[in-house]
């Protein structure tokens, strides 16, 4: 048998709302300030990409936290781990595939004449 009152379950639902709104106002805020920045931001490339970084960490610990309630529950560190492992997979994904398409970027424009002479002798037309 549990202990847990009438009163005592409307605190934890008023409780758990409250983390919501908490969420979906913090989610919004982060959003709007990330979308303002990127179309009206006047610093250089660098900068702005330091600060939509930022910007995508807090939003990510605001889901993380107030949506999932990832901190909250018995065992969770084990739900942390395995999804700080898929964070560093998808992290190696999408800087690998940005070197390479630099990469290749520099290759391909290092001599335009060259890359169009073939292109040219290996199109079928």
Do not use: C
């Amino acid at each position: 048998m549990s202990n847990v009152t009438v009163a005592d379950h409307d605190e934890i639902l008023h409780l758990t709302y409250g983390k919501y709104v908490l969420g979906f106002v913090g989610s919004v805020i982060l959003t709007l300030g990330a979308y303002l920045l990127a179309t009206h931001g006047t610093s250089s490339k660098t900068v702005l990409a330091v600060f939509l970084a930022v910007f995508a960490i807090a939003q990510f610990v605001v889901q993380m936290v107030l949506f999932l309630h990832v901190t909250e529950e018995r065992g969770t560190h084990w739900r942390l781990i395995v999804m700080s492992m898929m964070l560093l997979v998808v992290i190696i994904l999408v800087f690998g595939s940005l070197w390479i398409m630099n990469n290749l970027n520099y290759r391909m424009m290092r001599s335009p004449k060259l890359m169009q002479q073939y292109l040219k002798s290996q199109s079928v037309l």
